[in-house]
């Protein structure tokens, strides 16, 4: 079992940024790759960051750029740097851990931009 927390989401104003963690525990070990998924309302949940146990991340075509997805092995944390936001930008935002047989959420929080 993998536990997943998410902080860091908030209100910020178009331009701003935020940057979210996600803090790991449990059988961290088996992990291969953790990443970042949004859902804004009335949409599907889809992919914003990735990076793997080697460090190989991978990014949305539409946060190219603003965003980076970094990890800090010693801390068990995984982080989503956001730069110049913008209101299409919120939505809920998952933490998202992948072993070889299980796929793992935490439970979201909440970005929103202002314009």
């Known amino acids: 079992q993998v536990q997943l927390v998410e902080s860091g989401g908030g209100l910020v104003q178009a331009g701003g940024s935020l940057r979210l963690s996600c803090a790991a525990s449990?059988?961290?070990?088996?992990?291969?790759?953790m990443g970042w998924y949004r859902q804004a309302p009335g949409k599907q949940r889809e992919l914003v960051a990735t990076i793997t146990s080697g460090g190989s991340t991978n990014y949305a075509d539409s946060v190219k750029g603003r965003c980076t997805i970094s990890r800090d092995n010693a801390k068990n944390t995984v982080y989503l740097q956001m730069n110049s936001l913008k209101p299409e930008d919120t939505a809920v935002y998952y933490c998202n851990a992948k072993t070889s047989r299980w796929v793992y959420w935490g439970q979201g929080t909440q970005v929103t931009v202002s314009s």
């Open positions: 449990g059988s961290i070990f088996s992990i291969n790759a």
